[in-house]
């Protein structure tokens, strides 16, 4: 999933990457769109994989990986095990053509409800 060098151009001038949107309408750091893009190229990984080749912390991933699921971005499954001890989970993508139509919907969605404001604001700012 190469798309940091992808960049929107605003009307301001202003260069914004797909992770900007991101941030802003799910609250996405850097760290959670690292994890999220590992993920959705291994298809299914467990933390610890993640925790090794993002070389990132356990607690960092741990966290990335919750706001993931909780966003519906990723799907956590319990592994079989034979063992006892704490149950260890797997995490898969999201089929992308599904999280690719979550996320156009929910812009569309942050999109109208700017633009349903937009005449409220600036009507009552003018005294109108």
Known sequence: MEVESEKVVLPS???VKLLD???FCYDISDTEYKVLQAVIERK????DELVESLKLSKASINRSLNKLVSLGFIIREKMQSSKGGRPKYVYKAVETQQLVERIREDFKKCSQMF????????????GT
């Open 21 to 23: 949107a991101l941030s």
């Open 13 to 15: 001038g202003k260069e």
């Open 115 to 126: 633009i349903n404001i937009l005449p409220k604001v600036l009507l009552s700012s003018l």
């Open 44 to 47: 299914t990984v467990t933390e």
